[in-house]
């Protein structure tokens, strides 16, 4: 489906988001006396998107009119490779569950359980091995925090083991 | 210029600085040669390792990560058909056949030879071509940095990805996103929505780190890697090439790395464009291009000597004009930025000694490349069966590391998640990422020049269109617009009418 609709899903979300850009710079002041300010570059940006995301819409209701009215439209090409959406959002989740706590509970013990989890999600059912993995990420958050920490000077967070 | 290359050397012939290009070259080879990690990545997460070096140090290793990443990716070419890198597609169209007629062995010794030559030869143009550019843009004022803004923005539109549509606007949305903090010239706060955090705008290397390595992630994590135990069985021996054969490819190791060279140069694109444009370029060329595909090590040279040439090629436009020739030399100017430097033609005044510390790394980096390879050769394919579901999470951590490492702070992390999830419905809806980069990249220099032209003029934009360089810049990007615009017509229509057909 985003194969066939992709490109019209897309250049309609653009050119909504082009108005709302377009709209939103009415706000920006002119600070100085010049020809064009501070709203200029937006407006050409948003005025840009919308055009183009236009120009995308158009070719694509075409070819989709031109595949329509081919009888026995071959509608399933073939390849149509499945999305584990389940591994995906997950994946998602974990980063944002990550970040955000990456300050108050620390790098060491977050980025842990991150590899952990992360690793889990993305093995085979018959590669998991908690332990194996638990090992792996102890040793590579270790790793990379006393690395970065001692000789690189990068402060990550060490938040409750602080 | 002898002198200073000289210097060059001096600066980077110490113990720390080889290395760190060793380890460079070592590392960046395991990253091309690893299908799914790229020299971009590489580099993205090699950065925060250089934030306490010395700009020298930090540039030697990044130098090697850079060659090392472009040649790594034709052992797993030869050998099992799989390009590790995405510049050495058309290595795998003669490498494999040659490999399975067992001459895995004089496949390799061709293309590591031939990528040595390409590198040095495009290090030689380097080295040629920037500092007299340089001195050239020194000259240049607003009017003709707006113009070249342009040019390189529309050209990268053009070129990168299939849907000359798509790539515009892809280069939009990498402007609008560069808009976000404070405007130039009155410094009014745009679109930071409250966060002050936004004030100076998005960090590149978040940025870049999130389109290159996180969406990688994710694309990785959609399709559930798949374990794909392989018994890889391949025997290498052989390594000689009659004297004879070699030369015999001279003219067509001159064409592919002039090509890659010149490809190099173009801003946004290198390696990945270079090998096929290469290869199509000598089977065209060639007595005998039904051989072509077959095994001939012709192939092999035409793939290899322009992938490797493009890394010089890519290097001019960072050093005399401060536009990056392809993504990981986007990398690299966030590299530069973030020990104070600011590339483009001040760099050779500012810091002469880095710009050629930075060549003087090149080569060697390019001569540690040839040994390594032919060393490490069985070494290195072993690492192939490192599983990508361990390497993966690993990769992600060190790419936070990378992103908070710049200010210390957890927001570049949000945001190279935020860059790195867009990367991903990019590529889902078939839009390139590299306009994205270039337009970020290019934008405010766009911006900042034309207002600052115009404030020169008083709000006359004839000057724009009158001064020569400026003006010529220009007249470039309309024609090269127009040829696309007309070629991409006639292909469609071509492809409409072989549908009414």
């Not at chain 1, 988001?17 to 706000?27: D, E, G, H, P, Q």
């Not at chain 2, 790594?72 to 510049?87: D, F, Q, R, V």
Request: proline letters at 5%.
């Amino acid at each position: 489906m985003v194969k066939k609709y992709g490109d019209i899903y897309a250049s309609l979300f653009l050119m909504i988001s082009a108005v709302v850009l377009y709209i939103s710079t009415f706000s920006i002041k002119m600070l100085t006396v010049s020809k064009i300010g501070s709203a200029f570059a937006p407006q050409l940006v948003a005025i840009g998107i919308f055009i183009f995301s236009g120009i995308l819409l158009r070719n694509s209701l075409k070819e989709l009119k031109n595949k329509d009215t081919k009888e026995n439209s071959n509608a399933q090409e073939g390849d149509n490779p499945q999305i584990n959406y389940a591994c995906l959002l997950g994946s998602v989740a974990l980063m944002i569950v990550y970040l955000l706590l990456l300050n108050s509970v620390g790098f060491l013990i977050m980025t842990t359980g991150y590899i952990v989890l992360q690793i889990s999600l993305l093995a085979d059912k018959s590669e998991r091995n908690i332990l194996k993995f638990f090992i792996i990420a102890v040793i590579s958050s270790v790793a990379i925090y006393y690395i970065f920490r001692s000789i690189f000077h990068v402060m990550l967070p060490s938040g409750i083991l602080g | 210029m002898l002198e200073m290359l000289l210097a060059g050397f001096v600066s980077i012939f110490t113990f720390k600085s080889m290395s760190l290009i060793t380890l460079g070259t070592l590392l960046g080879i395991i990253f091309g040669l690893i299908p799914g990690l790229t020299a971009t990545m590489a580099v993205a997460i090699c950065l925060p390792i250089t934030y306490g070096m010395h700009p020298i140090e930090g540039m030697a290793l990044l130098m090697g990560l850079y060659i090392g990443g472009v040649s790594g990716g034709l052992i797993p070419a030869i050998l099992l058909k799989i390009p590790g890198t995405p510049s050495c597609i058309s290595t795998t169209f003669d490498g494999y056949p040659m490999a399975q007629k067992g001459e895995a062995g004089k496949a390799l010794s061709w293309s590591i030879i031939v990528s040595f030559i390409g590198g040095i030869l495009s290090i030689i143009v380097l080295i040629l071509i920037a500092p007299p550019l340089a001195k050239l843009a020194v000259k240049f004022g607003p009017y003709e940095y707006f113009a070249i803004a342009i040019f390189s923005l529309t050209l990268i539109a053009s070129l990168a990805g299939d849907s000359l549509v798509k790539g515009i606007l892809s280069g939009f949305f990498g402007v609008g996103f560069s808009l976000v903090g404070f405007a130039p010239i009155d410094a009014y706060p745009r679109f930071t929505f409250g966060f002050d955090e936004l004030d100076g705008g998005f960090n590149l290397l978040p940025v870049l780190i999130g389109l290159f390595a996180v969406s990688e992630i994710l694309l990785a994590a959609e399709s559930k890697y798949k374990s794909k135990k392989q018994n890889h069985s391949f025997s290498i021996s052989g390594y000689g090439i009659p004297l004879k054969e070699f030369f015999g490819q001279t003219w067509n190791m001159i064409r592919s790395s002039a090509i890659g060279i010149a490809i190099g140069i173009l801003p946004g694109i290198g390696g990945g464009t270079a090998n096929i444009i290469a290869y199509v370029a000598a089977k065209n060329q060639s007595k005998y291009p039904e051989k072509f595909g077959t095994g001939i090590p012709d192939g092999i040279v035409a793939s290899e000597s322009s992938n490797n040439s493009a890394t010089g090629g890519a290097l001019v436009p960072l050093i005399s004009l401060g536009i990056p020739g392809d993504t990981v030399t986007a990398m690299l100017l966030g590299g530069l930025m973030l020990h104070g430097l600011q590339p483009g033609p001040l760099l050779f005044q500012t810091a002469g000694d880095v710009v050629y510390g930075i060549f003087a790394s090149l080569i060697v980096a390019n001569v540690v490349m040839v040994i390594f390879l032919y060393a490490g050769m069985k070494w290195f394919v072993k690492c192939l069966s490192v599983p990508q579901h361990i390497l993966l999470p690993i990769i992600t951590a060190l790419c936070v590391v990378g992103a908070y490492g710049v200010n210390n702070r957890v927001f570049d992390v949000g945001a190279l998640l935020f860059f790195g999830i867009l990367g991903y419905i990019m590529m889902k809806f078939n839009f390139s990422v590299i306009p994205l980069v270039l337009g970020f990249i290019l934008g405010p220099i766009a911006e900042t020049n034309l207002r600052r032209g115009l404030m020169l003029s008083q709000g006359d934009f004839t000057p724009f269109l009158t001064e020569p360089i400026a003006a010529g810049f220009l007249l470039v990007t309309v024609f090269s617009v127009a040829m696309k615009v007309w070629k991409s017509r006639k292909q469609r229509k071509a492809a409409t009418d072989a549908i009414d057909m």
